[in-house]
């Protein structure tokens, strides 16, 4: 049974998960330069996947700039296994959807048939963006909340410019979801409504379904099929400007767990999250991380606006109003040759390897000498390829420290210990993306790779 009732709150976007970055392009800031040119969705200027999923047409550097985005599909995912519903760290994903359903920034951990959202000490969450956006349709997670004071989870749809349909949760309150909506990222904190759940139930014990379904004239919230809000298009009219106020641009789905109540956010926040998080909470005595837990994802598809063309394969813009009219289906593919690529220059290759050989030559107590010539890269860059949260856990994703035996300190998202059935460490860890791997050598290696070639990278787009 679910009670609901209407309440304003002073809710901060699910995007402020990105309190530590600072913002370049924006409102305010201005646009991207041109050797940068794609806006992120949390403010950052660059190339490679920041002119993928969530690159904001508004503030990149041309209408072009970022790639159109894969179109809708119907389908369920599941998280049983990585394979299932492959998700892939943000470091590795050039656009095509045909090589992951789910991209990440953070820590999602396989265990016990579900995806584990994380948050460690010291980081800020974990984020699960669908790779195909959704323009207009019926969306629904099954999920387990996180709890604690400051500990916000999150169950949201997010377009490039800014429309937003929300659930939210704050941990210090276990029977109420809350719910909201923003158009073009215009922060009108009027738009909440609360659902409440019965008293024998709560959001962090108990499997509950939660359902947006989107259509071009309402959008209703549900909660295990009973609906607890709707909110119509024709009641966001701004009789100024002539706009429907209403979200209308296509929208990936988006699941997080994020710290509300970090110290560097505002009061506003901190009070609406519950207070300051307690990094000494239980949960992070117990696992090493705060968590959330994602069962299953399901998306319906309904039909885009009848204007709208006829391409099968991606959404793109054709103006920056930022209305539905300013979006239309595409065939032009979504994805990028390399982390240097932009949607200006979609074919843009990595340069081949550039080092310096450093000759060092040592002298022995026997007078003998040795020469020794190494190789390194520089690392150096002053231009991102991969937008994220910074200090949002390690690697997203690449690395699950805990091993097949568990264990670990849980200092990087990953550690924990125990037999508790709700600790993915006593079930042994699924690497999250295609690559698969068992061993923890294996898996060291592949991180080891990451970084060495993120650092190649830096040292190519020094040229630029």
């Keep these: 049974m679910v009670r609901f009732s209407t309440v304003g709150a002073a809710v901060l976007l699910a995007s402020s998960v990105s309190a530590q970055i600072t913002k370049e392009c924006g409102d305010g800031l201005g646009k991207c330069p041109s050797n940068k040119p794609c806006c992120s969705q949390y403010g950052q200027c660059g190339v490679g996947a920041y002119c993928l999923g969530g690159c904001d047409p508004s503030w990149s550097n041309s209408l072009q700039s970022c790639m159109p985005v894969p179109q809708c599909q119907s389908k369920k995912y599941t998280f049983t296994k ?12 050039l656009g095509d959807p045909s090589n992951a359903d789910w991209v990440s920034d953070g820590q999602p951990l396989f265990a016990n048939n579900v ?7 010291d980081t800020v969450g974990t984020v699960l963006a669908s790779t195909r956006y959704v323009w207009y349709g019926k969306i629904s997670a099954t999920m387990r909340t996180s709890k604690g004071q400051g500990v916000v989870s ?43 759940l019965a008293k024998d139930t709560n959001t962090y014990s108990d499997w509950h379904t ?24 024709a009641d966001t009219l701004n009789k100024t400007t002539g706009i429907y106020e209403f979200p209308q641009t296509p929208s990936r789905v988006q699941l997080s767990l994020w710290p509300g109540g970090l110290a560097s956010n505002g009061k506003g926040t901190i009070d609406w999250a519950g207070g300051l998080i307690n990094w000494d909470d239980d949960e992070i005595k117990k696992n090493g991380y705060f968590y959330a837990m994602v069962r299953d994802v399901a998306v319906e598809c309904y039909n885009p606006p009848s204007n709208s063309g006829s391409g099968k394969v991606s959404y793109a813009y054709k103006d920056l109003d930022k209305v539905s009219s300013s979006v239309e289906l595409s065939n ?37 000498a040795t020469t020794v010539v190494s190789t390194v890269a520089p690392t150096d860059s002053n231009i991102g390829t991969v937008p994220g949260l910074d200090g949002a ?30 600790n993915p460490t006593s079930t042994g860890w699924s690497q999250s ?8 050598a294996s898996k060291i290696l592949i991180v080891g790779g990451n970084l060495i070639a993120m650092m190649l990278i830096g040292v190519w787009m020094v040229a630029l």
């Design 154 to 196: 999150a169950f949201i749809m997010m377009s490039d410019v800014k429309d937003e349909i929300d659930y939210e949760w704050v941990g210090v309150d276990l029977q109420t979801s809350q719910t909201n909506y923003y158009w073009n990222g215009i922060p009108d904190y009027t738009h909440s409504g609360n659902i409440s």
């Design 82 to 93: 990585s394979d299932d519903s492959p998700i892939v760290s943000n470091t590795k994903f």
């Design 210 to 233: 939660y359902t947006i379904d989107w259509t071009p004239d309402s959008i209703t919230w549900s909660v295990d099929g009973q609906v607890g809000r709707v909110q119509k298009r």
């Design 332 to 368: 032009d593919r979504t994805w990028l040759k390399s982390f240097l690529a932009t949607g200006e220059n979609k074919d843009k290759e990595l340069p081949a390897q550039q080092s310096k050989a450093t000759t060092i030559v040592s002298t022995d107590a026997a007078g003998k």
């Design 393 to 422: 856990g390690f690697d997203s994703g690449d690395l699950n420290n805990g091993g097949t035996n568990g264990g670990g300190d849980g200092g990087d998202g990953s550690g924990g210990s125990g037999t508790d059935p709700t």
């Design 115 to 121: 995806v584990y959202l994380t948050m460690a000490p």
């Design 433 to 440: 993306d295609k690559a698969g791997g068992s061993s923890d």
